[in-house]
């Protein structure tokens, strides 16, 4: 029933700019956490930067000063605002929302691909 759609992947040169937004058909304070991961062929998926239920915020050292992640309550949407970008960038990036009843529950979207290159 939770279902999370990205959108604003695309190609960019290094050092430019890019938002991608994750947007929810539930009310996103009922996840405990929502955020990005990011994953390139052949590695595993990594956390880039999450936010919890109550406004915190977490980013990988890799991202941290040139990516920001912010939500819109109103609109149900969590973005990841991306500046600076660099080659090693280039990832597909997943939204990712967990909701903690009696266990944990993950949930993700289908992915956006982000092409940093010159």
């Known amino acids: 029933q939770v279902q999370l759609v990205e959108s604003g992947g695309g190609l960019v040169q290094p050092g430019g700019s890019l938002r991608l937004s994750c947007a929810a058909n539930?009310?996103?304070?009922?996840?405990?956490?929502m955020g990005w991961y990011r994953q390139v062929p052949g590695n595993q998926r990594e956390l880039v930067a999450s936010?919890?239920?109550?406004?915190?915020?977490s980013y990988a050292d890799s991202v941290k000063g040139r990516f920001s992640i912010s939500r819109d309550s109103a609109k149900n949407t969590v973005d990841l605002q991306m500046s600076s970008l660099k080659p090693e960038d280039t990832a597909v990036y997943y939204c990712?929302?967990?909701?903690?009843?009696?266990?944990?529950?993950?949930?993700w979207g289908q992915g956006a691909q982000v092409t940093v290159t010159s």
């Open positions: 539930q009310n996103i304070f009922t996840f405990i956490s």
């Open positions: 990712h929302a967990r909701r903690q009843i009696k266990y944990d529950h993950d949930y």
């Open positions: 936010i919890s239920s109550e406004g915190s915020k």
